[in-house]
Structure formats: structure tokens, C-alpha cells
């Protein structure tokens, strides 16, 4: 199935819009006393999450882990409540609660952040087999790093759905470390997608910086997925510019392999390619970049206009009514 100029717009828009929130977080951290806690950012990582969300549809739910904000922009959440989410306060789309490490924005299906490494997987099969039990046509798709791959809940759960063939995607996010550790130091096989072979399932490895190759990807999981023929493991090769949070001095990433990275820009590939093919000017490229800039300027000036929570909210939506 071709990829039609619209839809490699939209990817391209998302992208710059995550590449713009997230480099504005860098500059806000800087701050002393902006934003509190710790800030795990996805900087060069856009492609994964704009390709796999333009090949769902608004029923599929998906689940991220701690590098979530460019997945849960191009599923289409909005910058403000996430903006304000991030600096704590009542308006964000948690009230507040959540914080950048754990968002939740169901209202785009996007039911889960956790920081707990391996934490998604028990959730995605759960919730693969509720909408394979309920007939529904809709995938699950769980993001996760490589080095999550290493924990025991990854081989329970693709085990799992790949005896049940559950309707689920699992989308490996491999930028090369897990915290500080290297790919070589943490994981003995070539291949990460490999490794599905032992579960049943095809895997697939695909380049995390070309969007439409993740996007393209994305759909033969999706539609394997919907005729019932069981899950798929995709691994998008990618690469984090940043520290593994913003007070990460990045000692352990060589500078050449950094700036080797950088060169493999995401969002420079498919705005080259849209413009070597005509289907972008360079007029337009700008327009583009300025909305993302106004849209996380607003999403700002939103997020620090915003009220605190009051602490007798502290036990609000804890338990159902």
C-alpha cells in the first residue's frame, strides 16, 4: 500500500511538533525550579512514534514506557494538558498526578506510561486478549527500549500472545543503550527481532529513523494482526541524542557516535525526501516548523497559567464510585 503525501505530512508535523516539546523541556529543565522530577527525553528517537501511530486507527490503544511524549503527540493528545501534566498542575490531563513519567491520556487510547522497565508487556497481552475475546477490531501496540527486553515479563508476555495469537504489537524502540549500558554489554544476539521466533510470531527489523518504513511496518503487524493471525515483534533501529535524563552527562556515548547519529536526522530524512519529490517546499517546511514552535509556545504559557492541585485532591480518582 502506497503512503500518500497527507499522510507523510502528518508524520512529518508530529514529528516536529515532539521535536520541539521535547527541546523546549530540555531549555525549561535548565531552569532551577521549573519543573520537578526527573525528565527522560526521546530526542531523535520521532520517527518510531510518528509511523506506528499514522497506521492506527482511533480504536487501537497503545501503551509507552518513560520516553512517551513523541508517541503520545502523534496519537494526537494535546500539548497543553500534556504540557501542564508535565509542570504538575490541575489542568493537565492526570489533574496534575502524573507527572511526565506516567501519563495517561485515554481519551486517544494511549491507556498507559510506565516507568516500571518491562511493565507494559503483562498490560498489552491483557489487553490484546480482552479485545480478541470481545471481537473488537483493534490492535494493541506496546513501545518499550531495548533493554527492556532483558527482563522476564518481555519473554512471559510475547509468549503468551504468540500461543493466543493476541492482536498485539510489540515495538521495540532500540536507540542503542539501556540507561548506561550499550546494546553489546546488555544483550548477547545480533537481532532483537529474533527473538520472536521463539514465541511464535514473525519479527521484523526495520530503520526507527525512516518513518515510513516504521509506518509501513506498522500495518502489516496491524493487519496480520486484525485477520487473527497472532502478533508481530517490530524493532526499530534508532538512536537517543540526549542522556538517559537531562542530568545525564552522557560520559558512556562517544561524541563521534553522537554526532554519526545526529547526521540520521528523522525529521531532516523525511522532509528531504518530501522535497527532493516535490511534495514540500521549502516555504512550507517553515510554516511548519512555525506552528510546532507557536503550538508549544501556547502549550507554555497554558502549563505555567495553570493552578496547582489542591492537596484535598490528593485522594481524588484513586478508587472507583
Given at each position: 500500500?502506497s503512503?500518500s503525501?497527507q499522510t507523510k505530512?502528518?508524520?512529518?508535523?508530529a514529528m516536529?511538533?515532539?521535536r520541539?516539546?521535547e527541546?523546549?523541556l530540555?531549555?525549561?529543565?535548565?531552569?532551577?525550579g521549573?519543573?520537578?522530577?526527573?525528565m527522560?527525553?526521546?530526542?531523535?528517537?520521532?520517527a518510531v512514534g510518528?509511523?506506528?501511530?499514522?497506521?492506527?486507527?482511533?480504536?487501537?490503544?497503545?501503551?509507552?514506557?518513560?520516553?512517551?511524549?513523541?508517541?503520545l503527540?502523534?496519537?494526537?493528545?494535546d500539548?497543553?494538558?500534556l504540557?501542564?501534566?508535565?509542570?504538575?498542575r490541575?489542568?493537565?490531563?492526570?489533574?496534575?498526578?502524573?507527572?511526565?513519567?506516567h501519563?495517561?491520556?485515554?481519551?486517544?487510547?494511549?491507556?498507559?506510561?510506565?516507568?516500571i522497565?518491562?511493565?507494559?508487556?503483562?498490560?498489552?497481552?491483557?489487553?490484546?486478549?480482552?479485545q480478541q475475546y470481545?471481537?473488537?477490531?483493534?490492535v494493541?501496540?506496546?513501545?518499550?527500549?531495548?533493554?527492556?527486553?532483558?527482563e522476564g515479563?518481555?519473554?512471559?508476555?510475547?509468549n503468551?500472545?504468540?500461543?493466543?495469537?493476541?492482536?498485539?504489537i510489540?515495538?521495540?524502540?532500540?536507540?542503542?543503550?539501556?540507561?548506561a549500558?550499550?546494546?553489546a554489554?546488555?544483550?548477547?544476539?545480533?537481532?532483537l527481532a529474533?527473538?520472536?521466533?521463539?514465541?511464535g510470531?514473525p519479527?521484523?527489523?526495520?530503520?526507527?529513523n525512516?518513518?515510513?518504513?516504521v509506518?509501513?511496518?506498522?500495518?502489516?503487524?496491524?493487519?496480520?494482526a486484525?485477520?487473527?493471525d497472532?502478533p508481530?515483534?517490530?524493532?526499530?533501529?534508532?538512536?537517543?541524542?540526549?542522556?538517559h535524563?537531562?542530568t545525564?552527562?552522557?560520559?558512556?556515548?562517544?561524541?563521534?557516535?553522537?554526532?554519526?547519529?545526529?547526521?540520521?536526522?528523522?525529521?531532516a530524512r523525511l522532509s528531504?525526501?518530501?522535497?527532493t519529490?516535490?511534495?514540500l517546499?521549502d516555504?512550507?517546511l517553515?510554516?511548519?516548523?512555525?506552528?510546532?514552535a507557536a503550538?508549544?509556545?501556547?502549550?507554555?504559557?497554558?502549563?505555567?497559567e495553570s493552578?496547582?492541585?489542591?492537596?484535598?485532591e490528593?485522594?481524588?480518582?484513586?478508587w472507583a464510585?
Open positions: 500500500m503512503i503525501t505530512l502528518d508524520m512529518l508535523r516536529l511538533l515532539a520541539q516539546f527541546e523546549t530540555t531549555e525549561l529543565c535548565r531552569q532551577p521549573k519543573i520537578h522530577g526527573m527522560i527525553l526521546a530526542t531523535g528517537q520521532e510518528a509511523g506506528v501511530c499514522a497506521a492506527l486507527s482511533p480504536e487501537d490503544v497503545i501503551l509507552t514506557n518513560h520516553r512517551s511524549h513523541h508517541h503527540l502523534a496519537r494526537g493528545a500539548p497543553k494538558a504540557m501542564a501534566e508535565i509542570f504538575g490541575r489542568t493537565g490531563c492526570n489533574k496534575g498526578k502524573s507527572g511526565t513519567l501519563l495517561a491520556v485515554p481519551e486517544v487510547n494511549a491507556l498507559c506510561t510506565t516507568t522497565v518491562g511493565g507494559g508487556f503483562p498490560i498489552a497481552t491483557g489487553l490484546g486478549f480482552a470481545q471481537k473488537q477490531e483493534a494493541t501496540v506496546c513501545f518499550f527500549g531495548d533493554g527492556a527486553t532483558s515479563s518481555f519473554h512471559e508476555a510475547l503468551l500472545a504468540g500461543l493466543w495469537r493476541l492482536p498485539v510489540f515495538v521495540c524502540e532500540n536507540n542503542g543503550y539501556a540507561a549500558q550499550s546494546y554489554e546488555h544483550t548477547p544476539v545480533e537481532s529474533a527473538r520472536a521466533d521463539a514465541y510470531m519479527g521484523e527489523c526495520v530503520d526507527g525512516d518513518a515510513p518504513s509506518l509501513e511496518a506498522t500495518r502489516r503487524a496491524r493487519e496480520r486484525l485477520a487473527g497472532g508481530t515483534l517490530i524493532e526499530c533501529m534508532t538512536y537517543r541524542w540526549r542522556g535524563g537531562e545525564d552527562p552522557q560520559h558512556y556515548q562517544p561524541a563521534e557516535e553522537i554526532a554519526a547519529w545526529k547526521a540520521r536526522c528523522p525529521i528531504g525526501s518530501l522535497r519529490s516535490g511534495e517546499s516555504a512550507e517553515e510554516d511548519l516548523r512555525a506552528s510546532a503550538i508549544v509556545t501556547e502549550a507554555v504559557r497554558f502549563a505555567e493552578p496547582w492541585p489542591e492537596p484535598e490528593a485522594l481524588d480518582d484513586v464510585e
